[in-house]
């Protein structure tokens, strides 16, 4: 029959189903519907609010893009007491101004008497310098913390967060203290990504990873860091410890990317070229190894190479003997060189010893510039692998602006591949237009 109600019908945990499908004002609306109907958009287990998600109407408290309006956050609270379920998943995408930062705490608090919140998200962009305030509470059933764009005060009395997986700061105001102990009373934490956080000129960052658990890290390394040690995390799969500051700059942190006794798990590693000129080779044995490592990420700058820097590149090759794809990324920075081109130059040009992964392992090197005409110099590194990779299958040479290849180019790249690398296909790729350069 055609005026049948077969939806009313269905049981009520897959209209719950269907209506967390919905944007959240629509399910809300259904509660008109019929009585049965009226609270079941109440137990839908995710809530995704803000421009980024369901925006419920407009958040602006005056014209432009922030604040939010107060009205809209008591909003968000009110939705939040009324749902009857569990609340699994919150994410909010909205800007706040620091004066709301009591608006938001009272929603936190909220958030930990539901007492079953698994994955929270605040991402709060900001074009203020005075960031929102957070207390963080003591979230026992939270696995997925996200925050962005705030002041993270840990209280007096935190209790940690004893079930988080996964950890995620970026443009995070917090303390050297602070961070810390949040990072090392996660005993369970798998996964932790920190980027441009903001520590006091006092109290630089000084970060120790020791987790037993950690798969994945990445770090960038500011002004605000000022050493970061891998103590021990023997799960580490992927690793990325990226640099933010230009190499111009001669204070960079201190980097001790592992011992004897940890990292052997990691298969992909992605460092910056300030970290590889801090790596503190001093307290790392000659004969250590990351013996599970396939990828590489570097990024170099041949020009702005010194001794220290070069051994240390040579070191992570002759650590890597499983080592499959290397990816280089060269800057393109204007550096007074004070001869370090030409000493780099003699450097590589020569034949390496002890290099297994380049007789045996390394198959695809790519090499990434931006400028076509500063390759001239990171032709240096071509030529390293073309002298010294005995299997290398495949070299892409990657510019995105400058002139066209020179065949003067060409052949110096030529010459270089006669020998050991005669096998190898060597391409010069304009990465916008597109157009491959063949090197016999």
């Known amino acids: 029959m055609s005026g049948t109600d077969r939806i009313s019908s269905l049981p009520s945990e897959l209209i719950v189903s269907i209506l967390c499908r919905l944007p959240l004002k629509d399910a809300i609306r259904t509660s008109a519907l019929a009585r049965s109907w009226r609270h079941l958009w109440t137990f839908r287990a995710g809530l995704h609010l803000g421009w980024c998600g369901d925006p419920l109407g407009d958040t602006r408290s005056i014209k432009g893009d922030y604040p939010v309006a107060s009205s809209w956050i008591d909003r968000v609270h009110h939705i939040v007491s009324s749902l009857r379920g569990p609340l699994l998943h919150f994410d909010l995408y909205e800007r706040f101004c620091p004066d709301q930062s009591p608006l938001l705490q009272r929603l936190l608090d909220l958030l930990l008497q539901k007492g079953s919140v698994q994955t929270l998200g605040l991402l709060l962009p900001s074009y203020v310098s005075d960031r929102v305030v957070l207390h963080l509470p003591s979230f026992h059933s939270l696995q997925r913390l996200a925050l962005s764009r705030c002041r993270v005060v840990l209280p007096t009395a935190f209790q940690g967060l004893e079930r988080l997986s996964t950890l995620t700061l970026q443009h995070v105001q917090i303390s050297n203290d602070d961070l810390n102990l949040l990072i090392h009373i996660?005993?369970?934490?798998?996964?932790?990504?920190?980027?441009?956080?903001?520590?006091?000129?006092?109290?630089?960052?000084?970060?120790?990873?020791?987790?037993?658990?950690?798969?994945?890290?990445?770090?960038?390394?500011?002004?605000?860091?000022?050493?970061?040690?891998?103590?021990?995390?023997?799960?580490?799969?992927?690793?990325?410890?990226?640099?933010?500051?230009?190499?111009?700059?001669?204070?960079?942190?201190?980097?001790?990317?592992?011992?004897?006794?940890?990292?052997?798990?990691?298969?992909?590693?992605?460092?910056?070229?300030?970290?590889?000129?801090?790596?503190?080779?001093?307290?790392?044995?000659?004969?250590?190894?990351?013996?599970?490592?396939?990828?590489?990420?570097?990024?170099?700058?041949?020009?702005?190479?010194?001794?220290?820097?070069?051994?240390?590149?040579?070191?992570?090759?002759?650590?890597?003997?499983?080592?499959?794809?290397?990816?280089?990324?060269?800057?393109?920075?204007?550096?007074?060189?004070?001869?370090?081109?030409?000493?780099?130059?003699?450097?590589?040009?020569?034949?390496?010893?002890?290099?297994?992964?380049?007789?045996?392992?390394?198959?695809?090197?790519?090499?990434?510039?931006?400028?076509?005409?500063?390759?001239?110099?990171?032709?240096?590194?071509?030529?390293?692998?073309?002298?010294?990779?005995?299997?290398?299958?495949?070299?892409?040479?990657?510019?995105?602006?400058?002139?066209?290849?020179?065949?003067?180019?060409?052949?110096?790249?030529?010459?270089?591949?006669?020998?050991?690398?005669?096998?190898?296909?060597?391409?010069?790729?304009?990465g916008i237009k597109n157009v491959t350069v063949d090197v016999k």
């Open 186 to 430: 996660s005993n369970n934490l798998t996964a932790f990504k920190g980027v441009d956080l903001v520590a006091s000129e006092d109290h630089p960052y000084s970060i120790k990873f020791n987790l037993p658990l950690l798969r994945f890290l990445e770090f960038g390394i500011n002004n605000s860091v000022d050493k970061v040690e891998v103590v021990s995390a023997p799960c580490l799969e992927q690793a990325s410890i990226l640099s933010y500051t230009f190499p111009s700059i001669e204070k960079v942190a201190a980097v001790t990317v592992g011992s004897v006794t940890s990292l052997v798990m990691v298969s992909s590693l992605n460092l910056g070229l300030n970290v590889l000129k801090s790596l503190s080779l001093a307290s790392l044995p000659s004969y250590f190894t990351f013996p599970r490592v396939r990828r590489l990420k570097l990024y170099l700058n041949v020009r702005a190479m010194d001794k220290r820097t070069y051994h240390a590149f040579i070191w992570l090759l002759r650590s890597m003997p499983s080592l499959i794809v290397l990816h280089l990324k060269l800057g393109d920075y204007l550096i007074d060189t004070n001869g370090n081109d030409i000493l780099m130059r003699e450097l590589l040009l020569k034949k390496q010893d002890g290099l297994s992964c380049l007789k045996q392992t390394l198959k695809c090197v790519r090499i990434d510039t931006w400028n076509l005409n500063h390759l001239m110099t990171g032709i240096t590194s071509v030529k390293f692998f073309l002298l010294n990779a005995r299997v290398l299958k495949l070299m892409e040479v990657v510019y995105w602006t400058g002139s066209e290849v020179e065949p003067s180019m060409v052949e110096e790249i030529e010459k270089a591949k006669v020998t050991t690398s005669s096998k190898a296909k060597v391409v010069v790729i304009h």
